[in-house]
DNA sequence: TCGCCGCCTTGACCTGGGTCAACCCGAGGG
DNA sequence: CCCTCGGGTTGACCCAGGTCAAGGCGGCGA
């Protein structure tokens, strides 16, 4: 077992076989991605995802009208992948990008939907999946429905204090839904009234 | 088989044996309520989720603030329940409200645990619905990231023609993030422009 | 050492939407 | 028949955030 904490993550959750585990390492590669380098170019197909070794990606989507949404960031332990697309079978819409030096675990879709065959932990294991990344959507669609920036900005820094640092401005403002220059205006008469 | 147009559909999603259909059956339980009556009551346990028959319901957040804001407008063939507060084990932070007589049919969470364990088809339902579910908050958030309230007015329209005169307009403005009189003027200079 | 580049800040101005308050109108009840 | 009431509209005013444009500044390659 090459993984043996990751294994244990997986496990606490769904109650996951050492041998399922094994099969899915055997199926699995690493991969190593430098600064700026995309994980998944939008459209590509969606056949692969991966769990963050070390590292930080950003999931931009770009519009029609060429601005740049930032749908969300994944540090170590989360998943990467274009999963709405990969749940639509359609091509990804999304680019994935690294934004330090990184290192992946990654999956092809097909090896998954194998895996699902011979055993029904691996389904147990995407429902968990499926609920854990609605609750991310949910929580933030009320911030975007109750919420200022001012305090969605509050708030992603309470729910992503190990990004500090390693996300440059214009992404949070992006990932916010806000230009970069309100953001700095924000951030200025915070400093400017707190001290 | 009480509901074999229900059946039907579900069977379409995942194999579905008819006969763990009719223990569901046996399980759920139809509820009539009137216009502006509570399916759920913030507050009270999430222990339980329907399927609407006949109707229209609205799921509302009250923030702290007294706000309210909307969730989703459910109709025939959709699901009402707190599902993020059921996921997570919680009470309601939601009112699921009824915006026309209704009729629903109602299943306790622990029925549907009980049935998972007896088969694994509903597994698989569950992570099925989780992963529409995702999709649905997906497709809001990127609304709330990339287009203006005029722009999610019509997309709105587009994605819920069914709902024509059937929902207030205030509570349209509420699940767009905006005051219905945002709303009114923007309907108004729509008005003006187009004819 | 210099100059460029990526990232952030600041300023001036504009606009969408919020807030408060008055008003309109159609449906039901006394 | 009028009154009320719920839902929608309109106006005046304000403010957060967008847009465009001009710097600032630290780091790195030539």
Redesign the interface.
């Known amino acids: 077992m090459r993984f043996p904490k990751l294994f244990e993550r997986l496990a606490a959750q769904v109650s996951l076989p050492a041998e399922e585990w094994e099969k899915a390492e055997a199926l699995a590669s690493e991969q190593v991605l430098a600064r700026r380098e995309l994980f998944l170019q939008p459209g590509a197909p969606s056949d692969r995802f991966a769990l963050v070794l070390q590292g930080v990606f950003r999931a931009v ?1 770009v ?1 029609a009208s060429g ?1 740049e ?1 930032i ?1 969300a960031f994944r540090a170590e332990g989360e998943l990467i992948g274009a ?2 697309e990969m ?2 079978r359609r091509p990804s819409m999304t680019a994935i990008e690294a934004l330090e030096p990184s290192r992946v675990l990654v999956f092809r879709t097909r090896d998954l939907e194998e895996l699902e065959r011979g055993h ?1 932990c691996w ?2 294991l ?2 968990r999946v ?2 854990y ?3 991310l ?2 929580r ?3 911030e ?3 919420l200022t920036a001012e305090e969605r900005l509050v708030r992603f820094w309470e729910e992503h204090p190990h990004l500090k640092g390693r996300v440059p401005q214009r992404d949070v403002a992006a990932y916010l ?1 806000i230009t970069e220059e309100a953001l700095s205006r924000i951030m200025s008469r915070r400093r400017k009234q707190r001290g």
């Open positions: 989507r519009s601005a949404s749908k999963y709405a749940l639509q029904v389904e147990r995407a429902r499926a609920e990344h609605f609750l959507k949910e933030r669609e009320q975007f429905l109750d839904g």
